[in-house]
């Protein structure tokens, strides 16, 4: 003989479902920050370095990564979030640009966008 499978009552289900939607509110205002966006605002694939380090020059983070046009790639918490860096970025066959970011809060982001004309750097995020 088979015993059926718990089930919670309609009682149960109803006296807890006060207590889920409080302890899941305060996750609705916060932001989720992927510290690191690049956007490739061209008509081709570019293939991107990136490498950030410490400004006493400790590596934290390198990738290189091909992004199809008109596309993005985030970067999900790859640094400390706090702290000042060293961003170079390197487009393959094409410009080469190094900026100072520093992040004073866990939200922080630093978005890259690769334009026609070059390589340009929003410490605002979006």
Known sequence: MTTPPPTVGRRRLLAGLPVAL????GCLGQ??????????LTDEQQTVSLDVAT???TDLFAETVTIPAQEE???ENPLPPTGQFT?????????SEE???ESEDE????SIRLTDAGIEFDASGE
Request: overall charge negative; aromatic content about 8%.
């Open 99 to 101: 900026t100072f970011w």
């Open 107 to 110: 939200g922080d982001q630093l």
């Open 87 to 95: 961003v170079t970025v390197s487009v393959e066959g094409g410009p």
């Open 73 to 75: 790639r985030r970067f």
């Open 55 to 57: 400004t006493d020059g």
């Open 22 to 25: 409080i302890a899941g509110a």
């Open 31 to 40: 932001t989720v920050s992927d510290d690191l966006l690049v956007r490739n």
